[in-house]
């Protein structure tokens, strides 16, 4: 944080209100994933991630739709907006499938290999150089996730091959997303996630839909709340504080995961599992600072050659 010390206070008071903003995303995301957990029992997954999305993009609409008018579903790229949204879908039903079958602090310690993941594959589709630094981060963030789902263990089976399979698929959503940045408006982008996710959910739902009942109503629209505002804030986050200052918040998920899971579920990690989760959690926040620190970097030998000052 010595670099922020530096900055304009308007720009420090920015990264502090991002910081907030992705804390707030961070316990968004996790009592959505505690939802799921809940209602999975009782409600279909697809039903689920139907409802998931329809309540998404209808208060995107009331929220956004009169202030913005036509500019909220303007696209300059429909095929990069539906091919995005049908990539989330198929995160949004992994992860809901996995919820329904795994401990939710489980779960998202092992969906949290992500960044490493996306570290592999930056490499393929964007060009960019892997240090052997950063090599050594994935490698031990495997090896969190082998604590995990040990071998023997109560895990260990094809169930924990799903938040694997959701960390691969969301990798490749981050990568495009990063690849395309900026294509258009981003709440434009949060409205056509909705959109999108609601189309083609819509199909599937009616074989297994059944009637909500009364008490399932405010927390299936709940789910909605929380995929759209979790977003939202990520979004905004993301707008005022740089990545390399909110990389490690996000890793507060956890411990919001860990924490309503014992709450609401009575689950208690073993010591095994905790040892997993720090392990990755470790890994990810070095990776993060790595890629931070090369971030300065080249963003310095820019300033140098261009004779202009930077700053985050």
Same mark, same amino acid.
């Given at each position: 944080m010595s670099d922020a010390q530096d900055l304009p206070p308007s720009t *420090?008071?920015?990264v502090r209100a991002g910081i907030f903003m992705m804390l707030g995303c961070a316990f968004t995301f996790a009592s959505l994933d505690v939802l799921v957990k809940h209602l999975s029992s009782e409600v279909p997954t697809l039903q689920l991630v139907w409802f998931r999305y329809f309540f998404h993009v209808a208060l995107m609409f009331l929220v956004f &739709?009169? /202030?913005m008018g036509a500019r909220l579903w303007r696209t300059d790229n429909p095929r990069w907006q539906f091919g995005r949204g049908a990539i989330l879908i198929l995160c949004t039903c992994l992860s809901f499938a996995g919820l329904a079958l795994m401990p939710l602090a489980e779960f998202t310690a092992i969906a949290f290999v992500t960044p490493l993941i996306v570290t592999l594959l930056a490499k393929s589709f964007l060009g960019e150089k892997v240090s052997p630094a950063r090599w050594a981060a994935v490698i031990t963030g495997f090896c969190g996730v082998l604590i995990i789902i040990r071998p023997g263990g109560g895990l260990f089976g094809w169930a924990a091959l799903i938040p694997l399979g959701l960390s691969l698929v969301y990798a490749v959503f981050q990568i495009l997303t990063r690849k395309y940045a900026g294509a258009d408006d981003p709440l $434009? $982008?949060?409205? #056509?996630t909705g959109l999108v996710g609601a189309v083609i959910a819509s199909g599937p739902v009616l074989w297994v839909w059944q009637a909500p009942t009364l008490q399932q109503w405010p927390?299936?629209? !709940?789910l &909605?709340? #929380?995929g759209a505002g979790g977003h939202l804030l990520l979004i905004?986050? #993301? %707008? *005022? !504080? /740089? !990545?390399?200052s909110l990389a490690p918040i996000s890793y507060t998920q956890l411990l919001f995961a860990i924490t309503l899971g014992i709450v609401v579920t009575h689950h208690v990690p073993d010591g095994w599992t905790l040892l997993g989760m720090g392990v990755i959690a470790a890994a990810g926040l070095y990776a993060a600072l790595l890629q931070g620190? %090369? &971030?300065? !970097? &080249?963003r310095k030998r820019a300033g140098d050659q261009a004779d202009v000052p930077t700053s985050d």
């Open positions: *420090r008071a920015g &739709g009169p /202030p $434009t $982008t949060l409205f #056509f927390l299936l629209v !709940a &909605g709340l #929380f905004l986050a #993301f %707008q *005022r !504080a /740089p !990545a390399s620190m %090369q &971030g300065m !970097a &080249g």
